[in-house]
Structure formats: C-alpha cells, structure tokens
Nanobody, 122 residues
C-alpha cells in the first residue's frame, strides 16, 4: 500500500498563498495519478485537484484558476500551490494515489493519513 505524508498547511489571511507537499513511498509513484482532496468540518471529502502520470491536470470549479497541482517524480512528491485563498478553502487537505484519474474518486491506493490543516482567516 502507498504511504503518503502531507505537509505545508498553516494559517493564512484571505488572499494569501500556501504550497502543500505530499511525499509518497514506493516505486509506483511515477505511473500513478495523484490527487489533492480536502474535507471541511461537517462536509464530505472532495477531490479538488488531480494530475495524471503524464501530468494532465484537472481542477474542481471552486479552485480553478487559483490552485495549481504539479509533480516531481524524482522526489516522489506532488505539490498543490494555492493562491488567492478564501475562507471557504479552510479544510484538512489530503493527498492520495490511484492507477487512473478516474479512480481517484473510487479506488485509491493509499490509506488516508492525518492530512495538513489549512486555515484561511477573513
């Protein structure tokens, strides 16, 4: 099973930026799709950004134009650059992997870790 460690969260004012990192264990990183998810209090976890093994990207409408997902296969790491942050972006952010972009919402490869907290103040 893929082990994942998220980092980079924190407290930021509205309009600010943060860069999240997720490092994965194992040798399959370069051939898997990766996704960033978030879960706000009282809400379900949602996929906000994803990147295929070939670096094709998708974004939820709520973050499109503000968030950028990228990957460094040499470091087994996926990043989420978050700009123009809004209070509604406040959530715990998680990453996970899947064999395809489509499977990021139904069959992930890693266990859900503790995530990294992002808090955006108004």
């Amino acid at each position: 099973q893929v082990q994942l460690v998220e980092s980079g969260g924190g407290l930021v004012q509205a309009g600010g930026s943060l860069r999240l990192s997720c490092t994965a264990s194992g040798s399959i990183f370069s051939i898997t799709a990766m996704g960033w998810y978030r879960q706000a209090p009282g809400k379900q976890r949602e996929l906000v950004a994803s990147i295929s093994s070939g670096s094709n990207t998708n974004y939820a409408d709520s973050v499109k134009g503000r968030f950028t997902i990228s990957r460094d296969n040499a470091k087994n790491t996926v990043y989420l650059q978050m700009n123009s942050l809004k209070p509604e972006d406040t959530a715990v952010y998680y990453c996970n992997a899947a064999w395809t972009l489509e499977l990021l919402t139904t069959r992930v490869l890693g266990s859900w870790g503790q995530g990294t907290q992002v808090t955006v103040s108004s």
